[in-house]
């Protein structure tokens, strides 16, 4: 596999797009020989929980998303700490999100060769 990409957002997915063009950018990636990973943190992370339902507003159906993620494995990196803040207790498991703690950011975002923030 060619470079790796992490995208990272930081909006909530209510009223906003970036989590689904993240996703959808994250999916083509694969077309390109690139090796997308998607980081959610801040009020993103809303978007794992099981009860965000994005489709209502327009937008990728979960569905849909689910379905690339099981096809092509992307991983999904969510903080911690902002769960704990935004109060998502349940979250959606067939995103297989890996939890970070904030202090390992640093050394996640050097994993990658390119991190762009959405």
């Known amino acids: 596999m060619g470079k790796k990409l ?46 965000c339902r994005p489709e209502c507003l327009g937008l990728l159906p979960v569905s849909m998303v689910k379905r690339y993620l099981a096809r092509y494995g992307t991983p999904v990196y969510v903080v911690k700490e902002d769960l704990e803040k935004f109060k998502v207790r349940e979250l959606d498991e067939e995103y297989k999100p890996t939890l970070v703690s904030e202090e390992d950011l640093p050394k996640l975002f050097h994993e990658y060769d390119r991190v762009i923030f959405m």
């Open 6 to 51: 992490l995208f990272v957002v930081y909006q909530s997915p209510v009223g906003s797009i970036w989590v689904n063009e993240a996703f959808r950018t994250a999916f083509g990636m694969y077309g390109e020989d690139l090796e997308p990973a998607v980081l959610l943190m801040h009020e993103a992370v809303v978007a794992v929980s099981k009860s």
